[in-house]
């Protein structure tokens, strides 16, 4: 009595010849497929953020540090037209360290200059760094003419040992559950 060798369901499959060596587009193909794949509720935000881009001098994007590149939303960036925005590229204490020349030269390559911030560390100076890159930005585009009106800046200069802090002293002990 011969011994019959075992072969794996993949293996059958790869004998018999079903497998296809490259991709195929099929015929009826057309790329506005694709387009059908986008959510309802992030067109809606998207346009909801692009209503009120109109009111604002500065966009603040902020980002996670560790996906700097994709994270950020290509649509949503043509959209700022020539409004100045600053990138912040939040917890960076989480990504290499030795990533971070890299990132920040490639990103002003395209024009942006990104700040790298560990919001859990509230005595670091990343955060006056944002405040005065914005103001920084928002002044070089009011020079070369962007806004249509006058700009009013006020930046009130905080403690931030007891402003960034969140406050619980207002916060009651609510039961929740049935009855």
Known sequence: MAVRPYLSRSEVWLASGNFRVAFKFPLDFHPSAFI???????????????SKLAKC???????????????????????????????VLNKADLGEGARRGSISKSLERNGIRPVFLNSKDVKQKSIRRIVQQVLDSIQIAEYEGVFRRRVRKYVHDFDMEKNIRPRYSCMQNFSTGPG
């Open 57 to 87: 001098d500065c966009i603040l994007e902020v980002h996670d540090a560790r996906i700097p590149y994709s994270g950020r939303n290509e649509k949503f960036v043509r959209n700022f037209g020539s409004r100045p925005h600053v990138l």
């Open 36 to 50: 059908k794949w986008y959510p309802g509720h992030m067109a809606k935000g998207l346009r909801i953020m692009e």
